[in-house]
C-alpha cells in the first residue's frame, strides 16, 4: 500500500471516523436529555393539576376548571389540553382539537400518536369518571436535535479539512526526498553518476542520503575503473583481430588452395574412372553377346568368371573413388532386392582362383535360417565380403576359408545377419588387431612388402559396415588363423526361411567328399533337397554319383584310379574338382555328367543335378497360375513392340500406352497387376505418371510399378524407389532379368528361348539381324519390324539433336539422346547402339561439352544405317541375316 494512502487513513479518515463517532453518541445522549426533561415537565404540571381538578368537580365549582386547564396550557410543548368523561365526551377543551380515544380508560399515561405525545390522567376523586387529556407537541425536540447534528457536521467538515492539509504537507516533507532518491537511481542506472543527494529534512532521511550519495561514489569509481580495463583490452583485442584477420587470410588462401587440389583429385579420379570403365563395359558388353551364343558347360562356366572378374575390376575402380567419398561423408547407400546365398557364391566365385593356386579350401555356409529376400545395398556389403575374402586368401598359406552367414537377431521386418570369414592362416597379435581397421594400416611392415595392398580395405570396410549401422571386429591369434565378423542390419520382406530349390523325392544319391566342413555342408544341402545319400557298395546301384577331388586327387595315378571308378559305376557322376576350370581333369564320364569348379555354388549344383536325372525321377511341378494383365507405358513403338512380344511369350498380356496420359485413362476402366513405366515421357513423365496412377484407388496403391529406363545410375535409381516405383529395369531389358523379376513379382511359368549365334567379325556391325532377333526373345520378324522403325525415326531424331544442340537446352538434348539409345537397345545395331549409350553416359556425367568429340561420330553411324536402309529393299524377308560392315569410327579409341 502507497505511503500516500496510509497517510490518509491515519491522519484523516481515522480521526474524521472516531470524531464522527463521538458527536452521534453525544448528539443522542443530548436527545434523550431533551425528551426526558420535557416527560418530566409535562408529567409535573399534570400531577401537580390533578388535586385541584379533582376538587373543583367534586365541589362543582366548574368556574374553576378553564383557570386550571390554562395552566398546562401555557406550557409551551403543549398543543391542546381538554377534560373529558369515561365515554371520551369533551367536557371543556383548550387549544386544538384533539381526537378521542377508544378506550381512556385502558390508555396509558403517557403514550405516541401521531408524532405526538398523549398524556391522559384519570381523576380518581370526582363525583363521575373524568380524564384528563393532554397533547404535548414534539417539534421543538426533533428541531433541537437537527440543529445539532447540523452544526455537528459543520465542525466534522471543517477538521476533516485541516487534517487533510496537514497530512498533504507531511506526505509532500517525505515524498520529496523520495523522488529525489528515485531520480538519482535513474539516472545512476542511466550512467550518470555526477547527481547527489543534499542532507536536509528529518535525521532518517539525513542518512539515506548519505548511504547513496556513498553507493553514487562507489558506482562512479568502479564505472571509471571498467572503462579503463575496457580500454585496455578494446586495444588489446584490435591487436588480436588484426593477427587473427592475417591469419584468416592465409587460412582462406590454404583452403582455397586445398578445394582446388581436391577439385583436381576428383576431376583425375572421375575422369581416370570413366577411361577404364569405358573399355571395361566394352569387355562386359562382348562377354553378353558371347553368352547368347551356343556354348558348352565348360565354356559358359569359363564365360562366367571372365564377366565375374569384370564385374570385380569394376568393383576395384569404384573402391577407388569410394575412398575419396568416405573421406567426405558423401557415400550414399542403396535399399534393394538382395539374396545372401547369391551374394556369397559370387564373392566366392570370384576368388576361387586364387584359393585355387594355392590349394585352399574356399567354402561359403548360408544357414537355413536366413531369409532369402532382403533389402539391402548389395554392392557394399559385396564390396566389404570381397575384401575379407580376398585377405583371408592372400595371408593363409595352407587350410581353408570359411564364409558364414547366419540369423543373429530379427524384429518383425527387421533381422540382423552375422557375417563371418574364418582362416587358418598366419593370425594376428593383439596390438595388430587393435590398429589393424586404421588407414594405411597392416599387422606389420613387412606385410605390405611379403603379400601386398595398400592397407585401405579394412578402413573401406569398416566405415561402410558403420554407415549400413553394423559393428565389424576380428578375434585372432598369432599363428592360429583370424576371424573376421561384421553385422548387417536388413530388412526382409519374409521372414520365412529358404525353400529347397530341387525335390530330390527320395533320390539315391552316392556322396563322397574328403574335406570335413565341405562334406557336412553338401550333404545337409542333398538331404534338405530330398535326396537319400547312400555308399557306393550298396546292394542297390544310387541313380547318382557326387564325388569331391581335392588338389592331390590331380596327379596322374590318382586321376587312373578315379577313372577305373567311374568305368565302374552305372550312374551319372558330377565330380566337385578344387581346380579352375582351365585345369579341370580329362575325365571320361561314361554314363554322363559333369565336372564342376569348386568353390560351388548353391544355383550352379542345383542346376547340375536337374540336368542330369532322369524327369521320372522329378516330382511334376504343380501348374501355376498365370496374372490377368500388364501396361506397358513407354513413348517408343519399338520398345512397346519387344516388351509385348517378350511378355507374350511367357504367356501373359499386354496393353500398351504411349504416354502417361494414355496411362491414365487405360487405368481408369480396367486394373492391371504390373506396370512396366518408361520414366522420360513426353508431357506427364513416368514419376508423375505413378503418382496419379496411386490415387486411383486402394488396388493401384498396391499394384506393383517397375521403372524401365535406359541409363540408371545409383543416384538415378535411389531417386526413383523413393519416388514410389518397386524395382527398375535397365534398357536393355534382357529376358532373363525380365522373367526374374515377374517371377518375384508374379506367378508365372519360365519359357527359355534358343539362342542365337551373333555376327562372326572382327568389327562391330551396323546392322546385326540376329543380335536383334535375340534381343526380340527370338522373334525373326518383331526384330525385323523394331529395325525398320527405329531407321524411319532416324532423321527426326537427328533433327532433334541438331535443334538441342544449337539452342544449348541440355535437357531436351537429353531427351533426345535417351529416347535413341532406348531405341537401339532393342534392335540389333551394335554400332549406333554402343555409341548413343556412351553419349547418353557423358552428357549426364560431364555435360554438354562431353559430348562433343562424339557428334560427329553419332552422325555417321546414322547415316551408315541409313545407308544401309536404302540399299536392301523393303520387301526383304525377315530371315535375311544380311550384315553391313564399316570402318570403325573415330570414336572407338575413346572406348
Not at 308 to 331: H, V
Not at 675 to 680: G, N
Not at 691 to 696: E, I, V
Not at 737 to 761: G, N
Request: with cysteine; net charge negative.
Amino acid at each position: 500500500m502507497p505511503i500516500r494512502t496510509r497517510l490518509l487513513l491515519l491522519a484523516v479518515v481515522v480521526p474524521l471516523a472516531l470524531m464522527l463517532t463521538l458527536t452521534l453518541l453525544a448528539l443522542l445522549h443530548d436527545s434523550q436529555i431533551r425528551r426526558a426533561a420535557l416527560e418530566q415537565r409535562t408529567l409535573g404540571s399534570a400531577e401537580l393539576l390533578r388535586p385541584s381538578l379533582e376538587h373543583a368537580l367534586l365541589d362543582h365549582h366548574h368556574t374553576w376548571l378553564p383557570n386550571l386547564l390554562q395552566r398546562l396550557q401555557d406550557i409551551p410543548e403543549v398543543r391542546a389540553v381538554s377534560l373529558r368523561e369515561g365515554g371520551g365526551v369533551a367536557t371543556l377543551e383548550l387549544g386544538q382539537q384533539q381526537p378521542v380515544l377508544d378506550d381512556y380508560a385502558a390508555a396509558p399515561p403517557l403514550g405516541e400518536r401521531d408524532g405526538d405525545w398523549r398524556l391522559v390522567l384519570p381523576l380518581e376523586h370526582a363525583s363521575e369518571d373524568y380524564y384528563l387529556d393532554v397533547s404535548v407537541d414534539t417539534t421543538a425536540l426533533t428541531l433541537a436535535f437537527y440543529r445539532h447534528l447540523t452544526a455537528a457536521a459543520l465542525v466534522w467538515l471543517v477538521s476533516g479539512l485541516l487534517l487533510f492539509l496537514l497530512t498533504y504537507i507531511v506526505y509532500r516533507r517525505i515524498d520529496r526526498p523520495i523522488e529525489e532518491l528515485q531520480e538519482l537511481l535513474r539516472r545512476l542506472n542511466a550512467g550518470d553518476y555526477q547527481l547527489r543527494l543534499a542532507r536536509q529534512g528529518p535525521p532518517e532521511l539525513g542518512r539515506l542520503a548519505a548511504s547513496v550519495n556513498t553507493l553514487s561514489d562507489h558506482l562512479e569509481n568502479a564505472h571509471e575503473d571498467m572503462q579503463r580495463h575496457i580500454d585496455q583490452t578494446t586495444r588489446d583485442l584490435q591487436e588480436s583481430m588484426e593477427t587473427i584477420e592475417i591469419q584468416n587470410i592465409e587460412l582462406d588462401m590454404a583452403h582455397r588452395r586445398a578445394l582446388e587440389a581436391n577439385r583436381i583429385k576428383s576431376e583425375f579420379l572421375a575422369n581416370m574412372s570413366h577411361e577404364i570403365r569405358t573399355p571395361l563395359n566394352g569387355i562386359i558388353g562382348f562377354c553378353q553377346l558371347l553368352s547368347r551364343s551356343p556354348l558348352d558347360t565348360r565354356q559358359r562356366e569359363w564365360l562366367d568368371h571372365v564377366s565375374k572378374a569384370s564385374d570385380s575390376l569394376l568393383a576395384l575402380i569404384n573402391d577407388i573413388l569410394d575412398f575419396s567419398k568416405l573421406e567426405a561423408g558423401k557415400m550414399e547407400l542403396e535399399c534393394v532386392n538382395l539374396d545372401a546365398q547369391a551374394l556369397v557364391d559370387e564373392v566366392l566365385g570370384l576368388q576361387g582362383p586364387q584359393a585355387h593356386h594355392k590349394q585352399l579350401h574356399l567354402l561359403g555356409l548360408v544357414y537355413d535360417d536366413v531369409p532369402e529376400q532382403l533389402q539391402g545395398d548389395p554392392l557394399r556389403i559385396k564390396q566389404v565380403l570381397t575384401n575379407l575374402v580376398h585377405n583371408a586368401i592372400k595371408f593363409t598359406q595352407r587350410g581353408e576359408v570359411i564364409v558364414r552367414v547366419m540369423l543373429d537377431d530379427s524384429d518383425n521386418q527387421r533381422v540382423t545377419l552375422r557375417i563371418s570369414v574364418s582362416d587358418t592362416g598366419i593370425g594376428l597379435s593383439e596390438s595388430a588387431c587393435q590398429r589393424l581397421f586404421q588407414a594405411f594400416s597392416q599387422a606389420s611392415a613387412s606385410d605390405s612388402r611379403h603379400y601386398g595392398g595398400t592397407g585401405l580395405g579394412l578402413m573401406i570396410s569398416r566405415q561402410l559396415v558403420e554407415q549400413m549401422g553394423g559393428e565389424i571386429g576380428v578375434e585372432s591369434e598369432l599363428g592360429h588363423g583370424s576371424t573376421f565378423t561384421f553385422t548387417l542390419p536388413l530388412e526382409a520382406q519374409r521372414l520365412a526361411p529358404r525353400p529347397p530349390e530341387l525335390a530330390l523325392g527320395g533320390l539315391r544319391v552316392a556322396f563322397d567328399e574328403p574335406h570335413p566342413a565341405t562334406r557336412h555342408a553338401l550333404a545337409h544341402l542333398l538331404e534338405q533337397w530330398g535326396a537319400e545319400l547312400v555308399t557306393l557298395d550298396a546292394d542297390s546301384a544310387p541313380d547318382l554319383l557326387i564325388a569331391g577331388l581335392a588338389h592331390e586327387d590331380l596327379v596322374p595315378a590318382r586321376l587312373a584310379s578315379w577313372q577305373a571308378c567311374l568305368n565302374a559305376c552305372h550312374c551319372p557322376c558330377i565330380l566337385l574338382v578344387q581346380a579352375g576350370p582351365l585345369e579341370l581333369p580329362d575325365l571320361h564320364l561314361p554314363h554322363g555328367g559333369e565336372l564342376l569348379s569348386r568353390p560351388l555354388s548353391r544355383r550352379v549344383l542345383a542346376s547340375s543335378i536337374e540336368r542330369l536325372i532322369t524327369p521320372q525321377a522329378l516330382p511334376a511341378p504343380a501348374p501355376e497360375p498365370c496374372p490377368s494383365q500388364l501396361l506397358v507405358v513407354d513413348d517408343n513403338s519399338a520398345n512397346r513392340l519387344l516388351l509385348e512380344a517378350m511378355l507374350e511369350d511367357l504367356g501373359l498380356d499386354a496393353q500398351l500406352a504411349a504416354s502417361g496420359e494414355e496411362a491414365l485413362a487405360l487405368a481408369q476402366g480396367q486394373h492391371f497387376d504390373m506396370v512396366l513405366m518408361d520414366i522420360r515421357l513426353p508431357g506427364m513423365d513416368g514419376i508423375a505418371t505413378t503418382q496419379a496412377l496411386r490415387h486411383l484407388d486402394e488396388r493401384w496403391r498396391q499394384c506393383p510399378v517397375i521403372a524401365v529406363t535406359a541409363h540408371a545410375m545409383q543416384e538415378e535409381r535411389q531417386r526413383l524407389l523413393s519416388s514410389g516405383l518397386q524395382e527398375v529395369l535397365i534398357k536393355p531389358v534382357d529376358h532373363a532379368a525380365l522373367l526374374d523379376l515377374l517371377k518375384r513379382r508374379l506367378t508365372i511359368a519360365e519359357h527359355h528361348a534358343e539362342a542365337i549365334p551373333p555376327a562372326d567379325q572382327d568389327e562391330l556391325a551396323v546392322v546385326d539381324l540376329p543380335l536383334g532377333t535375340q534381343l526380340a526373345a527370338g522373334r525373326e520378324a518383331l526384330a525385323w519390324d523394331t529395325l525398320l522403325l527405329l531407321v524411319d525415326s532416324l532423321d527426326a531424331s537427328e533433327a532433334a539433336l541438331r535443334s538441342a544442340w544449337q539452342a544449348g537446352d541440355e535437357e531436351a538434348f537429353l531427351d533426345a539422346i535417351h529416347a535413341l539409345n532406348g531405341a537401339c537397345r532393342y534392335c540389333g545395331v551394335p554400332q549406333l547402339a554402343l555409341l548413343a549409350e556412351t553419349l547418353e553416359t557423358r552428357l549426364r556425367s560431364r555435360g554438354l561439352n562431353g559430348v562433343a568429340p562424339l557428334l560427329d561420330d553419332l552422325y555417321a553411324a546414322m547415316a551408315r544405317l541409313a545407308d544401309w536402309r536404302r540399299q536392301h529393299a523393303p520387301s526383304a524377308q525377315p530371315s535375311s541375316t544380311t550384315k553391313a560392315s564399316a570402318s570403325p569410327s573415330s570414336s572407338d579409341s575413346d572406348r
